[in-house]
């Protein structure tokens, strides 16, 4: 499984820009015969032993920025191609776009943490679910970022995902998060959930996530830990390869699809 976070535009090169990157390597895993499946798919295939194609391969991105979806003039780097219209170009695959819920973080995350532009939002949710090449997963309700104001008083040590260690927290920010999505943008996504960071916690391994499923209502979770999914992985400790971090080139891209 791969990951992509479509706000990294720094440039106009496959290195800068994680637009760029994802419409390269789409051709890339076409080129090398993969066959492209949705991250429902996966899980089904861990919890049930359902048979994936050969050579699969399954697309995500994280934080729900804009440009996952819309096609948008960037401010200094011009006019920027979604990974939904690239997905749709290529006619193969779904996208899930994992998206924190909280409408007030995302804009203080947008100010704060990227451009400032407004391009947080959740209006093309419920078209992207209908074109069908897009599914709208769970990223928490906050991302417990550390940007936000309503942690300035949080241990560092406890920030980015580290302290949801109890079901209150746990309830607060995926429980809730469900909810939300739910109400707002109802698709298979709903039911997967991406540590945010990649950071898990015991708690919500070993106790909250397989004992707790009225509140949260996920079959599975993905963490950023750079491994093949294989038959033994746990369904609450799915990897997955992100780029800039896993791979930095398609040379590194390939080495990672010999693999398969």
């Known amino acids: 499984m791969l990951a992509y976070h479509s706000h990294n535009i720094h440039g106009a090169t496959y290195q800068e820009n994680d637009l760029v990157a994802f419409a390269e390597d789409l051709e890339l895993l076409q080129a090398e015969?993969?066959?492209?499946?949705?991250?429902?798919?996966?899980?089904?295939?861990?919890?049930?032993?359902?048979?994936?194609?050969?050579?699969?391969?399954?697309?995500?991105?994280?934080?729900?920025?804009?440009?996952?979806?819309i096609d948008v003039l960037h401010e200094t780097w011009g006019e920027q191609t979604s990974f939904g219209t690239k997905i749709r170009q290529s006619g193969q695959g779904?996208?899930?776009?994992?998206?924190?819920?909280?409408?007030?973080?995302?804009?203080?995350?947008?100010?704060?943490?990227?451009?400032?532009?407004?391009?947080?939002?959740?209006?093309?949710?419920?078209?992207?679910?209908?074109?069908?090449?897009?599914?709208?997963?769970?990223?928490?309700?906050?991302?417990?970022?550390s940007c936000l104001e309503r942690y300035a008083n949080m241990p560092s040590e406890r920030l980015e995902f580290?302290?949801?260690?109890?079901?209150?927290?746990?309830?607060?920010?995926?429980?809730?998060?469900?909810?939300?999505?739910?109400?707002?943008?109802?698709?298979?996504?709903?039911?997967?959930?991406?540590?945010?960071?990649?950071?898990?916690?015991?708690?919500?391994?070993?106790?909250?996530?397989?004992?707790?499923?009225?509140?949260?209502?996920?079959?599975?979770?993905?963490?950023?830990n750079p491994e093949i999914v294989h038959a033994g992985s746990s369904r609450w400790l799915l990897p997955r390869f992100v780029f800039g971090q896993h791979w930095r080139n398609q040379s590194e891209l390939r080495y990672i699809l010999k693999q398969l």
Not at 100 to 121: F, Q, S, T, Y
Not at 166 to 188: H, V
């Open 162 to 224: 580290r302290s949801v260690d109890t079901i209150e927290a746990a309830d607060y920010q995926l429980g809730q998060a469900m909810e939300f999505l739910r109400g707002k943008a109802l698709n298979p996504g709903n039911a997967l959930f991406a540590y945010p960071y990649g950071h898990w916690t015991d708690y919500l391994v070993q106790e909250y996530l397989p004992h707790h499923y009225d509140a949260h209502r996920l079959v599975a979770a993905f963490t950023t």
């Open 94 to 145: 779904v996208l899930t776009s994992f998206v924190i819920a909280d409408p007030l973080a995302r804009e203080e995350i947008d100010k704060k943490c990227l451009a400032g532009v407004g391009r947080m939002n959740d209006f093309w949710w419920a078209d992207a679910i209908d074109s069908g090449v897009l599914h709208i997963g769970n990223h928490s309700w906050d991302h417990q970022h």
């Open 33 to 69: 015969g993969c066959n492209l499946v949705s991250l429902s798919q996966v899980a089904e295939s861990v919890i049930y032993g359902h048979a994936l194609p050969d050579r699969a391969v399954a697309l995500s991105c994280d934080d729900g920025a804009d440009y996952d979806f």
